[in-house]
Nanobody, 123 residues
């Protein structure tokens, strides 16, 4: 069993940077980790993923080059560094864990979800 807890959200201005953190309780070192987001009135969408080893990452086209996903297996924490934020990045961001590869996370093969955290980007 893995429990995920996000932190670091809030309200920022366009162009700002912010880092989200996802703390995992339980053994998550064998899981690939990911971030998804859901804007009002829209479906939840994939944002980024990282393999259990940390050597492989994947990103949605909309965030590629602006967001960076990393993980620290010692501290069982996954990070999403978000740069050059845009108003369209406004959403609830969810941390996710899956016993799969990065492509599996992208496809939505998720075993555990966090409760979500709000990010609001103002223009």
């Amino acid at each position: 069993q893995v429990q995920l807890s996000e932190s670091g959200g809030g309200s920022v201005q366009a162009g700002d940077s912010l880092t989200l953190s996802c703390a995992a309780s339980g053994r998550n070192s064998m899981y690939s980790m990911g971030w998804f987001r859901q804007a009002p009135g829209k479906d939840r969408e994939f944002v980024a993923a990282i393999s259990s080893s940390g050597r492989t990452t994947g990103y949605a086209d909309s965030v590629k080059g602006r967001f960076i996903i990393t993980r620290d297996n010692t501290k069982t924490t996954t990070f999403l560094q978000m740069n050059s934020l845009k108003p369209e990045d406004t959403a609830v961001y969810y941390c996710a864990a899956g016993h799969t590869v990065v492509a599996g996370i992208r496809a939505g093969n998720i075993d555990y979800w966090g409760q979500g955290i709000q990010l609001t980007v103002s223009s």
